[in-house]
């Protein structure tokens, strides 16, 4: 017997209204080399009308940001993510001023934080550059992404320690549990939400977002990775977003629609970004 696999469905078809906005994309990536201007017109047609490009680091922004010099929907965000902590120096830092200072689009500093799980750098000098970025948002009086993975409690620290508890600050690429989600609401701060909310044994996220207040959520790909259903291990990109929004929706027991615009006025909101019709 043969198996009828239905299609995936594509996410045109989800026929979501042009409010939506994914907080953070990796489009310079090579990934999207081949197809870049097909992926940033589907993102469009999908409904996505902003999406925020992460830079990671100097170098890249230098190299990579004509890419979107024709694309005003895409909104930068900057940072030395810790993987790369071996690119931080006070240098790279004032080149990251200058950026900040002259590009109006670049609205965020970020990625930066702590990641203990690929322990690329000595968890010393990814706390220093991480402490580093934090001041210069302070400075900007621009809001930090925060990168975590296997580092919570530190990350946490290092944050209280910068005086970041009250302000604005987003957690990108949110995956923990409901007391870690409550823990960083509790400081004020906003939760981004990606793919994996739609994964059916992530139980513990699932009752993380649906205890979560909606006007401290936002959406996000974190593409080319972490692909949702029905697109899970295929390359992600931005007009998937509408899937993790079914996902988030689902876990909220709210309209698809209501939950798409909720989550891009509150990107608009948190980034700075003219609000959407
Ligand atoms: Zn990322």
Redesign the pocket.
């Known amino acids: 017997m043969s198996k009828n696999k239905s299609p995936r469905p594509e996410p045109e078809s989800l026929g979501l209204p042009p409010c939506g906005v994914d907080s953070?994309a990796?489009l310079d990536m090579e990934d999207f080399d081949a197809d870049r201007e097909e992926i940033l017109d589907r993102a469009l047609n999908s409904g996505v009308a902003r999406t925020g490009n992460?830079f990671l680091g100097p170098e890249a922004y230098r190299k990579n940001r004509h890419l979107f010099a024709h694309r005003p929907e895409i909104f930068f965000l900057l940072g030395i993510h810790p993987g790369d902590a071996d690119q931080y120096s006070p240098e790279a830092v004032s080149a990251m001023r200058q950026a900040f200072q002259s590009d109006p689009r670049l609205r965020a500093v970020g990625?930066i934080g702590l990641d203990f799980y690929w322990d690329a750098h000595p968890r010393a000098l990814q706390e220093q550059a991480f402490r580093a970025q934090l001041a210069l948002a302070l400075d900007l009086g621009l809001p930090p992404v925060v990168h975590c993975r296997d580092a919570f409690a530190d990350t946490l620290r290092v944050l209280l320690a910068e005086g970041w508890s009250g302000r604005r600050l987003l957690w990108?690429c949110f995956g923990g549990d409901g007391d870690q989600a409550q823990t960083l609401l509790g400081h004020g701060w906003h939760l981004s939400i990606p793919g994996p909310a739609s994964y059916a044994r992530n139980e513990a996220l699932h009752r993380a977002v649906a205890a979560a207040p909606l006007e401290r959520l936002l959406l996000e790909t974190?593409c080319p990775y972490l692909g949702a259903e029905p697109w899970r291990g295929k390359r992600n990109h931005p007009a998937l977003l509408g899937f993790t929004a079914l996902a988030v929706a689902r876990i909220k027991n709210m309209p698809v629609d209501e939950l798409w615009a909720a989550t891009g006025r509150n990107a608009c909101t948190f980034f700075g970004l003219e609000a959407l019709p």
């Open positions: 953070h990796h992460v990625e990108h974190d």
